[in-house]
């Protein structure tokens, strides 16, 4: 694995060379590269009781990597194609147990440790535009430089992120650079389409105005939860996603809103059935197609001045079904700000704080307290009370927005909705490049 890893970064260097590209053009195509490390360490916590699920109670330090090579490519008016291979390794607290908003966003429910490559993205989209007003777009991330229509409709087709379309916030979405709870993410209650690493296959529209856009995703989900193989059966196995996001100025500061629906269909089991089916109730033995699991958020952000915004989200879903791809929550309610070092001259530095609650439906409550396990938490009992978290970082430039170092500190009270169990306490440390 040692070789395979330094083939990689050998392939990120290399290619690299070539990405040079004049931005006030159309890119013909790009390469990035981005490395995080988060290392997280929590102190002993009490609890009376201790299930297969549960979070440690004893002292836990983890640590996670990731690295990816993304590149892009221009192919013919209007068509665009992204390709990143990925590296992923490390772990989380508890292999990733114990807390429904879990700490670290870099984390996967997988098996081993050890670094392994896989494709994360490999999409082809075709946009059609119209109109005179464009945009200027900047080489980014699987985003070539040049010129955007105001006024298209585009179709993306091939294996990507949700988080890459949808419920985006300028403050809070992605924890390689923000913060760094699964609840802050994105909003908490969607159960978004995902493999085991988080990336789904599918086909995506987006149909773009000046001040708004209108996007649908109609994508794959896997035989089992939090699993990593493709259900084949697409008639009975599929998600629709809608989102609608409204741009507007307020107080001459920018800011959006966006609403979000889902229906997520597949061979899952009913909370309620598993309690009438047997006593310690197990899920897994009341799968059947026809289920569905369907639910809306909500997320907000505005600018109060060119270095100081804040966000807020919240989120819901019917919580008969179980969870089948993110994490074990039913509704969700987060808020926070960022503000950026312009005041004591680090502009390129930020500050961070946030809120979240999280919660669960009757029917969650009752297998849980009944002694069932989900996928992501099962204490064995439950005393339930609100999952509530509280997120603080720093965000250091420490090279020319190149290099970041990120000191952050999370307060969990309730982990896993269970009174009985924590406080916890999470200090972290994030080194993050990328070019």
Known sequence: MKNFYLLFIGLVYTTTLFAQQDTLKQQRFNFHFQQTTITQHKPSFSAPYSGENSLITNKETATSLTTTLFGGARLWKGAQAYFNPELAG??????????????????????????????????????????????TVSDDLNQLAGYKSKRYFSVTVGKFGMSDFFDANTFSHDPRNQFMNWSLMSNGAWDYPANTRGYVMGIFTELGMPTWTLRFAYTMTTTTANGSVWDERIGKANTQTLEFEKRYIFNSQPGAVRLLGFRNNGKMGKYRDALAFSQPPVIDTVLAYGHHKYGFGINAEQFISKTFGVFAKASWNDGKTETWAFTEIDRSLSLGGVLKGNSWKRKDDEVGLAFVGNGISSPHRDYLAAGGYGFIIGDGRLNYSTEMIAELYYKLDAFQQKFWLTPDYQFILHPAYNKDRGPVNVFSLRAHVEF
């Open 90 to 135: 490390g772990s989380g607290f508890s292999k990733t147990l114990g807390v429904a908003g879990f700490p670290n966003g870099e984390t996967f429910r997988v098996g081993s440790t050890e670094p392994k490559i896989y494709i994360a993205r490999l999409y082809l989209s075709q946009a059609f535009s119209w109109g005179n007003e464009r945009d």
